[in-house]
């Protein structure tokens, strides 16, 4: 049955839950926004998802919403797309399946923007390959499951609004903490039309990238009263930790070793996106003659390389910067050379990105050998949860015995590790994007350690410039907040 009769509740219609099936930390993003509207007097739910993506590290243990969830899962024909990393994306053949084996015929549409939709068969595939190897070679869906999710996606623009029912229209707004990347701004109308309740969810937010154009955000939304779902992955660091570290350190590193036949510097890097980043800065490094002719740049990684030439095929769905010069000279693609030759390398100065931010996927590959190489710097990259390989590695230095897999590996080379590149909103940035709106009647701070969620609403309840922020809290998965046309109505625990 599509549309579910809900109970006798005081809270005037039409009203909204916001449901936040995280496990309170920083992985993963989904989250259900309940419509409960009455159309011509038959009272009507609707659920609208935002996001199911895949617990990472230490958050895997963590309990969800359990029974409750279960329900979200089945009542969802709709689900919103911020951008296509795992923790936000690698749950979404879970939920496709799990409907499947409920008997539930109808299929979810999953709405995503043209960039994320031209990657999605990349991620969905990979997720499967690192699930099953994880898995001790057991997947946990078919191919074919694949295939069903793939023909449930729906690509669109920005700004283009869809009507789910005569009740709810959303539409994405853009974001760039990827360069397809999409807010998900969701009204609820009366019967004439007239949007009531107004809410956006960020997802992953920044406000510009290196690689796009300036975001557009549609001023009209800034003036509407408004309910703010916001992340806060780095809400309690400041901007000012965004020195040029990582240019600083491969610098010095070139000049240390200058006197030296070879060197290795292994960059495990995020496939979709962060890979083009740091290929970026590369590049730029290079022009500026920061990095010599001499050292040769390589990439590897079959995500890496096939995220790469979507965004240079299709510069308009990414948003590209006209003219922008991603690509550093002279790289190579090892998917065209022996790996071998250059694990063992003796003879070159040389600079790999591998994909595999958490330290798996190819970056695996050179990890041990060059761990124990003093002749090599392991440069780390964005966040990294605690209990992963990659977490190891960061916090490693040259004398520090690590396991890694079944081995254990005493460490020599340097090891580096920087943020810079991660395109999360620090604190500024946060406090800017919601002092920019006129009328907030509900702010939710979502998807960030549980510590710098409870900071960050108190900063905001405490600092005398939020006079639009009605009301705050960190909606974490224990709760759930009913929330009217006017204000917020109950905070509900989760059953
Ligand atoms: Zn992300």
Sequence with gaps: MRNKKCKGKKVPFPYIEIVNNDRGGVTPSNLY??????????????????DCGLPQGRDAEKPGLGNRAEMLKENCYVLLTSHGHVDHTGGFVDLCEYRRKKGIDEDIKVYMTHGTMHYMPAIQNDNLKVRTTENS???????????????????LGYDEPVNVNDYIRFRFIENCH????????????????????NVLVTGDYKKENNLTKDAYFPDWIRHKPLYLVIEST????????EVKKFRKDIVSFINKNKGNKYFNI????????TTEHILYELASMQAEGLIPTGVSIKLDGQLSESHLKKVLGNPK??????GIKILPDNLQLVSGIDRKLIINNRSEKQIVVASGGMMQGASQNYLVPWLKNKNTLIYAIGYKPEGTAGYRVANAKPGD????GDTNVLVQAQIEWTRE??????QEELIEFILSFDDIRGLFIVHGEEESRNQFVKLVKNDPRFTNVKFVKNLNYKQRVIASKFKVEDIKENE
């Design 33 to 50: 926004i309940v419509v409960n509207y009455n159309d011509y007097g038959k009272i009507r739910q609707e659920i609208v998802g935002v």
């Design 137 to 155: 070679g057991k997947p946990p869906y078919s191919e074919g499951a694949v295939r069903r999710f793939l023909n449930c996606c729906i690509p």
């Design 178 to 197: 990827t360069m397809d990347s999409a807010m998900s701004f969701i009204e609820v109308m009366d019967n004439n039309d007239n949007p009531l309740i």
């Design 234 to 241: 780095y809400a309690s660091e400041s901007k000012a930790s």
């Design 266 to 273: 292994l960059i495990p890097a995020f496939s979709m996106e």
């Design 317 to 322: 769905d990414f948003r590209l910067k006209d």
């Design 401 to 404: 015995l690590i396991s890694l």
């Design 421 to 426: 590149f991660s395109r999360h909103s620090k």
